[in-house]
């Protein structure tokens, strides 16, 4: 099973609301990533958790909180949200000492009103 | 800094036509090399992952490539179908940024029936 699930699929949120994506893999990996994409651009990193520790913060505002707790899941926290934050953030997952290969999520798509 | 770029930004062409998507990188230390799909709103779909002792990949249509020395990385595309059309990606792998991935702008391919 080479699949990364994320939800919700969509989420609209006002600048006021606190909100969580979700991101789960049953793959065994240590690494878990947030990216995030803007339209018509690639995704950008913002975080990186290895054995369930961040290991890469992107220099992301904190209005945007990680949290990781337990090998399989990922979650990412939102508060206070800007309307320009509104995009697809994606979920990746990779294991440690190997390739580097990395599968991602379906996405979730955030809009912020 | 490691850069990557990839040409041509958008690409259109009649099906059943052969096509090579270009990418190329600015330092060649890099630790392997990942060839993604992306759908309009999707995640991002693996195409094929290249070590950086390997010379290509293939997996079924596709073929990719690698030449580490000149800093490129080619994927060809056999007898293109119109479910072909889709954004394509190419990503270098930094080993020692943990896992870190560097994009490409990436390709938007068209093929018309």
């Known amino acids: 099973d080479t699949e990364v699930t994320q939800t919700p699929k969509h989420l609209v949120m006002g600048m006021t609301n606190k909100k969580s994506l979700k991101c789960e893999q049953h793959?065994?990996?240590?690494?878990m990533y947030w990216y995030k994409q803007k339209a018509k651009k690639p995704p950008e990193l913002m975080f990186v958790?290895?054995?369930?520790?961040?290991?890469i913060n992107e220099s992301v505002p904190s209005r945007f909180s990680p949290e990781c707790p337990n090998s399989s899941l990922l979650n990412l926290h939102l508060h206070a949200l800007q309307p320009e934050d509104s995009a697809l953030y994606l979920c990746?997952?990779?294991?440690?000492?190997?390739?580097?290969?990395?599968?991602f999520g379906p996405g979730t798509r955030l809009t912020v009103t | 800094k490691q850069e990557v770029t990839q040409i041509p930004a958008a690409l259109s062409v009649p099906e059943g036509e052969n096509l090579v998507l270009n990418c190329s990188f600015t330092?060649?230390?890099?630790?392997?090399l990942q060839w993604f799909r992306q759908d309009p709103g999707k995640g991002l779909t693996s195409l094929l992952l290249?070590?950086?002792?390997?010379r290509e990949q293939t997996s079924g249509r596709l073929n990719a490539s690698l030449d580490k020395s000149s800093g490129r990385s080619t994927l060809y595309i056999a007898a293109s179908q119109p479910g072909d059309s889709a954004t394509y990606l190419c990503?270098?792998?930094?080993?020692?940024?943990?896992?870190?991935?560097?994009f490409g702008q990436g390709t938007e391919l068209s093929v018309k029936p």
């Open positions: 990746a997952s990779s294991q440690p000492g190997t390739s580097g290969e990395q599968y």
């Open positions: 793959m065994g990996h240590r690494a």
């Open positions: 958790y290895s054995y369930e520790k961040l290991s």
């Open positions: 330092d060649s230390a890099i630790y392997n």
């Open positions: 290249i070590q950086s002792s390997q």
């Open positions: 990503a270098v792998i930094i080993y020692n940024q943990g896992g870190k991935l560097i």
